[in-house]
């Protein structure tokens, strides 16, 4: 099952030198498939995120995402772009760009929809409880989803602890994503 690591200013901060350490020993620390820098404020972002593609290379087994741009996504030659649900219209540009991607979703409409236009994984979220992120779908809605759609579906949302991975690990799907499990475990 693949770890994708997400990161958040929360917790890795904002600044080059403190994201920096962090990340680093996260990266160190955990096998992470795949990483998504992520941070919807920041005045900073492109200077940061060259800043996380070059870490996460330092780490062979990273493939590492940007976060809602697919221009800078494939001008710093990210490994692909993580898209928000809103976004399911640019996953033609962004393959085209030649880009791995993930794109969020929250229902069987919107997966089958990612699947038709190309997408190569998605995330499905909420899993579990999740801070601001609404009633989550449960083990039973995600081993469903599994079981019917071919497209690797990632869970997403409120997986902190080693059993909730196992948990998703059990229901078959392609992956589990988190931004507090990597931070604090």
């Known amino acids: 099952m693949k770890h994708y690591l997400i990161t958040d200013p929360k917790y890795y901060g904002s600044e080059r030198l403190i994201f920096s350490k962090k990340l680093k020993a996260v990266l160190t ?3 992470v498939d795949f990483a998504l820098y992520r941070d919807k404020n920041s005045s ?3 200077e940061i ?3 996380f593609l070059d870490l996460c290379s330092q780490f062979e087994n990273t493939k590492a995402l940007l976060h809602g741009d697919v221009e800078l996504s ?3 030659n990210a490994y692909g772009v ?3 649900s809103l976004q399911c219209n640019e996953i033609e540009k962004a393959k085209a ?3 791995f991607v993930i794109i969020s979703c929250h229902s069987e409409k919107e997966i089958l929809q990612a699947q038709n236009r190309g997408a190569d994984a998605v995330t ?3 899993i579990f409880t999740t801070p601001d992120k609404g009633k989550p779908k449960g083990l039973e809605d995600l081993n469903e989803r599994v079981a019917k759609i071919s497209l690797p579906i990632i869970a997403l949302g409120g997986i902190t602890t080693p059993e909730q991975v196992k948990a998703v690990e059990k229901s078959g799907a392609y992956g589990f994503a988190s931004i507090r499990y990597f931070i604090e475990n």
């Open 44 to 46: 900073n972002y492109s």
């Open 49 to 51: 995120a060259a800043l």
């Open 97 to 99: 760009l030649g880009l």
């Open 124 to 126: 499905y979220s909420p």
């Open 29 to 31: 620390k955990e096998q």
């Open 82 to 84: 993580h898209l928000t």
């Open 74 to 76: 494939a001008r710093l």
